[in-house]
């Protein structure tokens, strides 16, 4: 009965927080994991008054993979969010700072955080806060006590495909779109042909693809192609199984493609996808890419809508 309970409530509060999700409600350009590096940076017990910290605490005290961690860093020294030098204490670690424009960008989401909190709470009768706060409190509490001395819970990692992996992103995007949207095996085979082209013929300086992995066994998928077009690199293939939804794992695939693209010297990266695929549509917005045409087609058994998407990366990508 507990188990029920307890995944019940979980079932709750995900679809709560959802409502406050930070792109779409607190309309800012960053994601959750994003926002949540930003508030530590700002609000570092070890550096309150200079909004500094060692990069190997913020990683600790986030449970973030440190290429992860190392990734998204890099994106807010490119915005001018922060600065990296090495610890003066420790010349092996990474101090990370704030910048004026960083301190404004978390100074924002706290204010933006704080007044979503406010309008959920608005509709909690007065005399009922205190009771919620207390169950909160007393969540945290126990559950606090009863997890300090159990393993830290699991974190996918992005790898490269070793043998097997291939087929099993031709074998998992089979089953998982024909139970989830219906789809005949025809898309089982354009995905086949998709992974038989990079498997014979690739540029590993150019083009890859990552395996999400979680406790030994793959989770995820992304490839990073060579499009048509000169200058431009293709993302395909992104998958998230089932039980590994719901941690930020489509983004990190996705801006791991971003990243590599950007390192790469590709002008801009580009993807097609269908709009029946909501959950990946948002992760591609919160990336910053733009849907730039669409058009109906008849695949894998229905009527379908295919989108294209666009996102530049280099001063002078074709407008």
């Known amino acids: 009965m507990a188990i029920k309970e307890v995944r019940a409530f979980n079932r709750f509060y995900t679809n709560l927080i959802g409502a406050l999700d930070y792109s779409r409600h607190l309309y800012t350009p960053y994601t959750l994991t ?18 500094r910290t060692d990069a190997a605490d913020l990683r600790a005290q986030l449970s973030l993979d440190a290429g992860y ?50 309008t959920l709470l608005s509709g909690v009768p007065p005399e009922e806060r205190s009771r919620l706060t207390g169950a909160m409190r007393t969540i945290q509490e126990v559950l606090g006590t009863s997890t300090t001395t159990a393993p830290t819970p699991s974190e996918p990692v992005l790898r490269e495909p070793a043998p097997g992996d291939l087929g099993w992103i031709v074998q998992r995007h089979g089953a998982l779109y024909a139970a989830e949207f219906g789809w005949n095996s025809e898309f089982e085979g354009l995905v086949a042909r998709i992974v038989a082209d990079f498997a014979q013929d690739h540029d590993p300086h150019l083009e890859r693809v990552w395996i999400a992995e979680l406790d030994g066994r793959p989770v995820g998928s992304v490839m990073c192609v060579r499009d048509d077009a000169p200058g431009t690199a293709r993302l395909r293939l992104l998958l998230v199984d089932p039980r590994a939804r719901g941690h930020g794992l489509g983004e990190l695939l996705v801006r791991t493609v ?7 010297g590709y002008r801009e990266v580009v993807l097609w996808t269908n709009d029946v695929l909501t959950a990946a549509r948002k992760i591609y917005q919160r990336a910053g ?4 045409a669409e058009k109906p087609h008849r695949s894998y058994g229905a009527d379908l809508v295919g989108q294209d998407w666009r996102l530049p990366l280099q001063e002078g990508a074709s407008k």
């Open 34 to 51: 994003e926002s949540r590096i930003l508030y530590e940076l700002a609000h570092s017990a070890h550096a309150a008054h200079s909004a």
């Open 69 to 118: 961690l190392s990734r998204l860093l890099a994106k807010f020294e490119r915005d001018g969010l922060i600065e990296r030098g090495p610890s003066k204490d420790d010349a092996r670690r990474q101090r990370v700072t704030l910048t004026a424009r960083g301190r404004e960008a978390a100074a924002l989401l706290d204010e933006r955080s704080r007044e979503a909190v406010g």
């Open 258 to 264: 971003i990243d590599f693209a950007y390192e790469a």
């Open 289 to 292: 890419f733009t849907l730039v």
